[in-house]
C-alpha cells in the first residue's frame, strides 16, 4: 500500500463543539490516508465522528467548531491552515461532496439547470485557472514554509505536555496509594526537573525551526516570483496563440463570404465565423451555453432520462432516487478528484439504493476518482469499499481491507456491527449493542466501547488502547490483542456466517475452475 499514491492524509486530528453543556470532543485524534483511485469507508454509529472529519475535509465545519489538532494534507497543504479564498479553488473544484439528504442540498425554487450550472459559471475563467495551475506547486510551497515551521513547534509542545500529564499521573496515582513522603517529593522534584529540560528543548526547536524558516523563505519567495512570470508569460502566448487562430479563421471566413454569391454559401461563411468566436470564448471562458451543455452531458452520465426536459424543471418535480443523481451531477461538474459521499443513500428505498451505489461505483471507475464513502450500513461497505475504518466515540477503532474487516475482525464493535446485520443464511437471532454512545462532553477515560462490551476487562476502563498491527494492512484498538489478555472468541453468528462466506467464495472459484 505504500507505493500507492496518497491524495489526502489524515493525522491525529481533532475536532471539538462548544455547546450549552460544554466541549464536545466529536473528534479525537482520527489518522487515515486515502489513495488514488480506491474507496475508503468510514462505518460507525450515529455521533461517532464519520461526519465531522469529512467536513474538516472540506472545510465546512460549523461556527462553533474547535479545531484542537492534526493536519490533513492534500496536495501539500495542510487543509487547517489554508484561508477560505484558498479553499475556494480546492471546495468543488479538486474535493466534491455528495451530502446525506438530496432534497435539503438543493434549492426548492431554482431549477435544477441553473443548480448544476452555477459552480461552473462562477469558475469560468479558464485563463485565469490556468495560471493558478502553473504556479500551484510553488505557492503551495511558500504557504506551507511558515505552516511547517508552526508544526515542528506545535509537535514538541505536545510531546512536553504528554511527558509531564504523564509524570503527574503517576505522582496523583502515588498519593492516592499512600506513598511515601521522600517518594513524593522525588517525584515532584523530578517533575521540576523534567519541566526545565523540556522548556529548554522547546527553546531550541523553536530557534532551529525560525533560523531555517528564514533561511528557506527567500528562496521559495524568489521561486515563487519566477515561476509566477513564467504562468503569466505562457498564459499570454496561449491566449495570443489562440486569438490570431481565431483573427485568422474570421479573416479567411470574411474573404470568403465576400466572394459568395448564392445563399448556402453566404450562411455557411457567416457560421463559420460564429463558430471562430465561439471557439475562442470557449477556450479562455466557460460560456452559459458551455456549461448548458456539459450539464447535460453530466445528467445523462448520471442516469437522469430526457436531459433537455429536466434541465429546466425544480427539485420538487424529481423523485428521491433522481434527486440524488442531480447532487452527484453538481458534485462530477468541476470533475474533482476526490469525491466524499456521506451517507448519499439513507433517505433511499433499498432499490434506488443499490442503482445509486451501482452508479458511484461505475463513475469512480471510469473518472478514475478517489472516494471516502461515510455510511453506518455494514451491508452497503461490502459493496463499495476497498479499506474500511470503523468509527467509535469520535476514534478509529479498526482499520483495514474490507477482506480484514470481513472476514478477520478484531474489536468488539466490529463484531457488534457484523452480528446486528439481517442475512438471508443466518436461523441465529441478531444480537443488538446494548447501551447508547457516550457522552462526549465528558468522554470516557479508557475504551469508549468498554460500557457496552461484554468482553470489556479491567484496563478498558482506566486506559485507551493503542492501535495493535494484526497485518500490515489492518489494526485495531481493543486490548484483547495485547499479549497479555485473555483469549477471547469472537460472537458465534459472526463466526458461522463468515464461515458460511469463505464456503461459498470457494464453491464459486470451483465452478469458476470447471
Given at each position: 500500500?505504500?507505493?500507492?499514491?496518497?491524495?489526502?492524509?489524515?493525522?491525529?486530528?481533532?475536532?471539538?463543539?462548544?455547546?450549552?453543556?460544554?466541549?464536545?470532543?466529536?473528534?479525537?485524534?482520527?489518522?487515515?490516508?486515502?489513495?488514488?483511485?480506491?474507496?475508503?469507508?468510514?462505518?460507525?454509529?450515529?455521533?461517532?465522528?464519520?461526519?465531522?472529519?469529512?467536513?474538516?475535509?472540506?472545510?465546512?465545519?460549523?461556527?462553533?467548531?474547535?479545531?484542537?489538532?492534526?493536519?490533513?494534507?492534500?496536495?501539500?497543504?495542510?487543509?487547517?491552515?489554508?484561508?477560505?479564498?484558498?479553499?475556494?479553488?480546492?471546495?468543488?473544484?479538486?474535493?466534491?461532496?455528495?451530502?446525506?439528504?438530496?432534497?435539503?442540498?438543493?434549492?426548492?425554487?431554482?431549477?435544477?439547470?441553473?443548480?448544476?450550472?452555477?459552480?461552473?459559471?462562477?469558475?469560468?475563467?479558464k485563463l485565469k485557472n490556468r495560471y493558478n495551475d502553473i504556479i500551484s506547486a510553488e505557492l503551495t510551497a511558500y504557504k506551507n514554509a511558515k505552516v511547517i515551521k508552526s508544526q515542528a513547534?506545535?509537535?514538541?509542545?505536545?510531546?512536553?505536555?504528554?511527558?509531564?500529564?504523564?509524570?503527574?499521573?503517576?505522582?496523583?496515582?502515588?498519593?492516592?496509594?499512600?506513598?511515601?513522603?521522600?517518594?513524593?517529593?522525588?517525584?515532584?522534584?523530578?517533575?521540576?526537573?523534567?519541566?526545565?529540560?523540556?522548556?529548554?528543548?522547546?527553546?531550541?526547536?523553536?530557534?532551529?525551526?525560525?533560523?531555517?524558516?528564514?533561511?528557506?523563505?527567500?528562496?521559495?519567495?524568489?521561486?515563487?516570483?519566477?515561476?509566477?512570470?513564467?504562468?503569466?508569460?505562457?498564459?499570454?502566448?496561449?491566449?495570443?496563440?489562440?486569438?490570431?487562430?481565431?483573427?485568422?479563421?474570421?479573416?479567411?471566413?470574411?474573404?470568403?463570404?465576400?466572394?459568395?454569391?448564392?445563399?448556402?454559401?453566404?450562411?455557411?461563411?457567416?457560421?463559420?465565423?460564429?463558430?471562430?468566436?465561439?471557439?475562442?470564448?470557449?477556450?479562455?471562458?466557460?460560456?452559459?451555453?458551455?456549461?448548458?451543455?456539459?450539464?447535460?452531458?453530466?445528467?445523462?452520465?448520471?442516469?437522469?432520462?430526457?436531459?433537455?426536459?429536466?434541465?429546466?424543471?425544480?427539485?420538487?418535480?424529481?423523485?428521491?432516487?433522481?434527486?440524488?443523481?442531480?447532487?452527484?451531477?453538481?458534485?462530477?461538474?468541476?470533475?474533482?478528484?476526490?469525491?466524499?459521499?456521506?451517507?448519499?443513500?439513507?433517505?433511499?428505498?433499498?432499490?434506488?439504493?443499490?442503482?445509486?451505489?451501482?452508479?458511484?461505483?461505475?463513475?469512480?471507475?471510469?473518472?478514475?476518482?478517489?472516494?471516502?464513502?461515510?455510511?453506518?450500513?455494514?451491508?452497503?461497505?461490502?459493496?463499495?469499499?476497498?479499506?474500511?475504518?470503523?468509527?467509535?466515540?469520535?476514534?478509529?477503532?479498526?482499520?483495514?481491507?474490507?477482506?480484514?474487516?470481513?472476514?478477520?475482525?478484531?474489536?468488539?464493535?466490529?463484531?457488534?456491527?457484523?452480528?446486528?446485520?439481517?442475512?438471508?443464511?443466518?436461523?441465529?437471532?441478531?444480537?443488538?449493542?446494548?447501551?447508547?454512545?457516550?457522552?462526549?462532553?465528558?468522554?470516557?477515560?479508557?475504551?469508549?466501547?468498554?460500557?457496552?462490551?461484554?468482553?470489556?476487562?479491567?484496563?478498558?476502563?482506566?486506559?485507551?488502547?493503542?492501535?495493535?498491527?494484526?497485518?500490515?494492512?489492518?489494526?485495531?484498538?481493543?486490548?484483547?490483542?495485547?499479549?497479555?489478555?485473555?483469549?477471547?472468541?469472537?460472537?458465534?453468528?459472526?463466526?458461522?456466517?463468515?464461515?458460511?462466506?469463505?464456503?461459498?467464495?470457494?464453491?464459486?472459484?470451483?465452478?469458476?475452475?470447471?
Amino acid at each position: 500500500m505504500s507505493e500507492k499514491e496518497k491524495v489526502v492524509q489524515v493525522k491525529n486530528l481533532r475536532v471539538s463543539f462548544t455547546t450549552d453543556a460544554g466541549i464536545l470532543k466529536a473528534v479525537r485524534g482520527v489518522s487515515f490516508d486515502l489513495y488514488k483511485g480506491e474507496t475508503l469507508c468510514i462505518v460507525g454509529e450515529s455521533g461517532s465522528g464519520k461526519s465531522v472529519t469529512c467536513k474538516g475535509i472540506m472545510g465546512i465545519l460549523a461556527n462553533n467548531s474547535i479545531v484542537e489538532g492534526g493536519q490533513i494534507i492534500y496536495e501539500g497543504e495542510d487543509l487547517l491552515k489554508i484561508s477560505e479564498a484558498d479553499f475556494h479553488r480546492i471546495r468543488g473544484n479538486k474535493i466534491g461532496m455528495i451530502f446525506q439528504d438530496p432534497l435539503s442540498s438543493l434549492n426548492p425554487i431554482m431549477k435544477i439547470g441553473k443548480q448544476i450550472t452555477e459552480a461552473m459559471l462562477i469558475n469560468n475563467d479558464k485563463l485565469k485557472n490556468r495560471y493558478n495551475d502553473i504556479i500551484s506547486a510553488e505557492l503551495t510551497a511558500y504557504k506551507n514554509a511558515k505552516v511547517i515551521k508552526s508544526q515542528a513547534i506545535m509537535q514538541k509542545q505536545n510531546e512536553n505536555d504528554d511527558i509531564i500529564y504523564h509524570l503527574n499521573k503517576e505522582l496523583k496515582e502515588k498519593q492516592a496509594k499512600g506513598a511515601g513522603e521522600d517518594e513524593i517529593s522525588a517525584l515532584k522534584e523530578n517533575i521540576a526537573e523534567t519541566k526545565k529540560k523540556l522548556a529548554k528543548e522547546l527553546a531550541q526547536i523553536k530557534k532551529e525551526a525560525t533560523l531555517k524558516y528564514k533561511e528557506s523563505l527567500p528562496k521559495l519567495k524568489a521561486a515563487l516570483k519566477a515561476k509566477k512570470a513564467i504562468a503569466k508569460k505562457e498564459v499570454k502566448e496561449y491566449e495570443a496563440k489562440i486569438r490570431t487562430t481565431r483573427n485568422q479563421k474570421i479573416k479567411e471566413a470574411k474573404v470568403e463570404l465576400s466572394r459568395a454569391t448564392d445563399p448556402e454559401t453566404k450562411k455557411a461563411c457567416r457560421n463559420k465565423i460564429k463558430d471562430a468566436k465561439l471557439e475562442y470564448q470557449n477556450l479562455t471562458k466557460i460560456t452559459k451555453a458551455e456549461a448548458k451543455r456539459r450539464a447535460l452531458e453530466v445528467m445523462k452520465e448520471v442516469g437522469i432520462p430526457q436531459p433537455e426536459k429536466r434541465y429546466n424543471q425544480y427539485p420538487f418535480q424529481f423523485s428521491g432516487g433522481m434527486r440524488q443523481r442531480i447532487v452527484i451531477a453538481i458534485a462530477l461538474t468541476a470533475a474533482p478528484d476526490v469525491l466524499i459521499c456521506d451517507e448519499p443513500t439513507t433517505a433511499l428505498d433499498v432499490t434506488i439504493q443499490a442503482q445509486i451505489l451501482e452508479l458511484i461505483n461505475k463513475l469512480k471507475v471510469e473518472r478514475n476518482l478517489s472516494c471516502i464513502f461515510i455510511t453506518h450500513d455494514l451491508g452497503v461497505v461490502a459493496n463499495m469499499a476497498d479499506r474500511v475504518a470503523v468509527m467509535y466515540a469520535g476514534k478509529i477503532v479498526e482499520y483495514g481491507t474490507d477482506i480484514d474487516i470481513f472476514y478477520n475482525p478484531k474489536h468488539p464493535y466490529t463484531w457488534a456491527l457484523l452480528a446486528s446485520i439481517p442475512d438471508l443464511d443466518s436461523s441465529e437471532k441478531l444480537d443488538a449493542i446494548p447501551g447508547t454512545p457516550p457522552n462526549l462532553v465528558y468522554p470516557p477515560i479508557g475504551d469508549a466501547f468498554a460500557a457496552r462490551s461484554k468482553y470489556a476487562m479491567a484496563i478498558d476502563f482506566k486506559y485507551q488502547p493503542p492501535l495493535f498491527k494484526v497485518s500490515d494492512t489492518h489494526y485495531a484498538a481493543t486490548w484483547l490483542l495485547h499479549k497479555d489478555a485473555p483469549k477471547v472468541e469472537m460472537p458465534k453468528i459472526v463466526s458461522a456466517r463468515i464461515k458460511r462466506d469463505l464456503e461459498k467464495e470457494e464453491e464459486r472459484r470451483n465452478e469458476q475452475a470447471i
